[in-house]
């Protein structure tokens, strides 16, 4: 097997490089890499302490855009555990969902959100993080490696993190991502965009949101700074940007839509962006002219990659001047062509390759398989050079099958590739993956529900959300959104509820969802 630098080496190596470079911006503290590297190393070494030093696999963190956050996350790195984000806002419930499939040793909480995290009821040891001067009385941390922490051990095979997606059962998903598979992700895209010491990285995403993992370690692999907007300013891009001279800027498109309404996008109004990477959602061609026209001198690129193949796998680089942007059908940005280390296919329903299909990955960046066997069956495929066959099994796939993504493309005559939208009920709202089957097996565990089906509304003048219809007794809106965020992400909850005295079927006697969103789309009055 080939080196593989894992996240911390990476991490250390710039600390050990450039030890007075900022290495993080966030919550009005800078902090460089030498005094972060402390912070992770205090952080692992007190879990360590308080689990009696016992080996442990995957930690926890409960904490978001904060310093707790990262420190947290580079200390499991540097024990070789599994780093799992929880998310403060998410729901008693379902974080207790994910504590228990992902078999937790230790959760480390930021302290805003520790008695939330006890009141959870892991199966584990619930940490409040705090920092060395909290610990000895404004001693200054060791400069040395802890002397608790034995030396760092690189293990290519281990798992990096693990993110927790929308089940279509309603049972979160979890898609493990090893070391090496970050690995083949961060040696292209570090080259590709230019990252190094004087860049500055933006941090956009929820720590639970895999393109975070992009974020921190294209920055920390090259010695750059990682900067992060609180949410508020996420509104205001341009603004953020200017004040703190970032370079290299990475979001979902939907944020280009919030910033116009807030007029926060004028021409030529983002003069140090060099780079800007959008992904999570589809990128229509106007909100990219827009972005493009506040940023004339910064590369634009539209990225598209589900988690199971670590953050982003294809891209599509827009030509400088506008006119010679390509006119799509659908009016979005095309996702482009897959990384060329990876392997991929466009399948047709009978599983031959074709123009237009459900598209296919394998190679380096592609995951070992769901956390839940279970969920491995049919996702994935194997090609004999004529007719793609199923993979039935629940076993952990083998590095030649391809992942079926789920998602419908087109290509192009210049080999480029078009999302054309999803082949089941998955959808993506500000860039969050959700199965509609999630939300609805939530909405039906509620008093009173019997049928749910959940949409997504596009309504004119209105960024895309859920609506959920539902059928049995009706009930006060507001009561069902409280069992809703009781049990789901504030991401994945409808912003409305319609009552149905019965759902319109189909020739098979099915629920005719798409007559639901029919009616739920039609003017009410």
């Not at 470079?21 to 009005?28: F, M, Q």
């Not at 066959?389 to 952990?396: D, F, L, M, Q, Y």
């Not at 709202?429 to 565990?445: C, K, P, Q, Y």
């Not at 099915?510 to 029919?518: E, F, G, H, Q, S």
Request: aromatic share 8%.
């Amino acid at each position: 097997m080939a080196d593989v630098s894992t996240l911390y080496e990476r991490f250390a190596a710039s600390a050990d490089a450039h030890p007075d470079r900022t290495a993080l911006e966030t919550g009005g503290r800078v902090l460089t890499y030498a005094a972060l590297r402390r912070l992770a190393e205090h952080t692992a070494a007190r879990l360590l302490t308080a689990l009696d030093g016992r080996r442990v696999e995957r930690i926890g963190v409960l904490a978001n855009r904060s310093v707790a956050a990262y420190a947290s996350y580079l200390a499991a790195q540097r024990l070789g555990a599994a780093a799992v984000p929880l998310g403060p806002e998410v729901a008693p419930v379902r974080l207790a969902a994910v504590g228990r499939a992902a078999a937790l040793d230790a959760v480390l909480a930021e302290q805003s959100a520790v008695d939330h995290g006890r009141s959870v009821g892991f199966p584990c040891p619930v940490l409040p993080f705090t920092e060395p001067d909290e610990d000895t009385g404004g001693a200054q941390p060791e400069r040395e490696p802890h002397p608790v922490l034995s030396p760092y051990e690189a293990r290519p095979d281990a798992v990096a993190y693990i993110v927790f997606t929308s089940g279509s059962t309603g049972t979160p998903k979890g898609v493990p991502v090893l070391q090496r598979n970050a690995a083949a992700m961060l040696d292209y895209a570090v080259d590709r965009y230019g990252i190094g010491p004087g860049s500055r990285v933006s941090q956009t995403f929820d720590l639970t949101f895999d393109p975070t993992a992009w974020d921190m370690f294209t920055a920390w692999s090259a010695g750059a700074a990682l900067v992060v907007p609180a949410r508020a300013e996420l509104v205001r891009p341009a603004r953020f940007i200017r004040r703190t001279g970032v370079t290299h800027w990475f979001s979902v498109p939907s944020v280009i839509t919030y910033a116009q309404r807030l007029r926060d996008l004028a021409p030529d109004s983002l003069p140090s962006l060099r780079w800007t990477l959008f992904g999570g959602e589809p990128l229509t061609l106007a909100q990219a002219a827009v972005w493009q026209a506040a940023a004339p001198g910064s590369v634009l690129e539209n990225l598209y990659g589900p988690t199971e193949v670590t953050v982003s796998c294809t891209q599509h680089r827009l030509p400088a001047d506008p006119a010679d942007w390509p006119a799509t059908a659908n009016g979005t940005v095309p996702i482009g062509t897959p990384y060329p280390h990876l392997d991929f296919l466009v399948l047709n329903e009978d599983g031959h390759p074709a123009d237009e299909g459900e598209l296919c990955v394998r190679g380096p960046q592609r995951f070992p398989g769901y956390l839940d066997p279970a969920e491995n069956q049919g996702r994935f495929v194997r090609f004999d050079g004529r007719r793609a066959t199923v993979h039935e099994g629940r076993e952990a796939p083998a590095p030649d099958l391809y992942y079926r993504t789920g998602d419908r493309v087109r290509r192009d005559v210049d080999g480029a590739l078009l999302h054309l939208g999803r082949l089941d009920q998955q959808v993506k709202i500000r860039g969050h993956r959700i199965e509609l089957g999630d939300v609805e097996a939530a909405l039906r565990s509620a008093d009173g529900v019997e049928e749910a089906v959940v949409t997504v509304g596009t309504a004119e003048g209105a960024e895309p959300g859920l609506e959920a219809a539902y059928t049995g007794t009706p009930q006060d809106p507001r009561a069902l959104r409280a069992h809703l965020t009781d049990r789901l992400p504030t991401y994945m909850l409808p912003r409305a509820f319609t009552h149905f005295d019965a759902f319109p079927l189909s020739a098979n006697r099915k629920i005719d969802r798409r007559a639901v969103a029919t009616r739920l789309a039609a003017p009410q009055g």
